[in-house]
């Protein structure tokens, strides 16, 4: 399968798009066939090595995807192969198969486009975090334009 790899800290000139064996679940995992891959700062710190988690190189970026699930690992009932889902914070998204932890998965609508869906997973919890969570426990900020451009993102959200 194809994927984007880096091999070495540095700026976008690291990334190589490479031919690696396609990765099979293991327990409590599934693997996703990717259509869409999110982009994030993250990715640019995993790439410069400005994030203080090492990560044994070569590895293949992205952490946040969406598609459909190819196989799942043992001990995993709740998905099937076919699911449409979007997932975060699984390193691997970069490429044409992902594997990921069971529990990372969100089922994604048929209305929501395999784009939207890795666009919106990190954007969609941060913006659920603020509204549910940092607001009621910080009332008194007055930065409340930018907290309600944070709720906005989340306002088809049912709590």
């Not at 800290?9 to 693997?31: C, F, T």
């Not at 969406?66 to 699984?90: F, Q, T």
Request: charged share 20%; hydrophobic share 40%.
């Amino acid at each position: 399968m194809k994927a984007i790899r880096v091999a070495k800290y540095g700026g976008p000139e690291e990334l190589q798009l490479q031919e690696v064996a396609q990765p099979k679940p293991g327990e409590g995992e599934v693997l996703v066939r990717v259509h869409a891959a999110g982009v994030n700062y993250a990715d640019i710190y995993f790439r410069n090595g400005a994030l203080p988690r090492p990560i044994p190189f070569p590895f293949t970026l992205g952490i946040e995807g969406a598609g459909e699930i190819e196989a799942v690992g043992e001990g995993v009932s709740e998905l099937k192969r076919g699911d449409r889902v979007a997932y975060k914070w699984s390193l691997g998204s970069y490429a044409e198969y992902d594997v990921v932890k069971a529990a990372e998965i969100a089922p994604l609508p048929d209305e929501v486009s395999f784009d939207d869906g890795a666009a919106i997973i990190l954007q969609g919890l941060t913006a659920h975090y603020l509204v549910h969570d940092f607001i009621p426990s910080h009332a008194a900020l007055p930065c409340w334009c930018t907290l309600r451009r944070a709720a906005w993102a989340c306002s088809s959200c049912n709590g």
